[in-house]
């Protein structure tokens, strides 16, 4: 059985539900509302949402990263 977590969406804030397998197995997720992709969470509300990472912010932080 596969444990199922909530994200939030960081471009509509509606929460939907994930599984272990999309978690663990892809970088981007869908939102089934608004229908825009999100590059994984960067961290967890106090609730243990996780909280989705926008594509552009997720590219800036590599851009702006040292490296």
């Known amino acids: ?3 199922e ?3 939030k969406c960081p ?5 939907f539900w994930i ?4 978690q663990y197995g892809n ?3 869908e939102c089934p ?6 590059a994984g969470c960067s ?6 949402i ?3 990472v926008s594509i552009v912010d997720y590219e800036l932080q590599e851009l702006l990263s040292p490296r």
């Open 33 to 38: 509302y608004c229908h825009q992709s999100n």
């Open 11 to 15: 471009y509509c804030g509606r929460i």
């Open 1 to 3: 059985m596969l444990d």
């Open 19 to 22: 599984t272990e397998e999309e």
């Open 43 to 48: 961290e967890v509300d106090e609730y243990g």
């Open 50 to 52: 996780l909280i989705g």
């Open 27 to 29: 970088e981007t997720f």
């Open 5 to 7: 977590r909530m994200m």
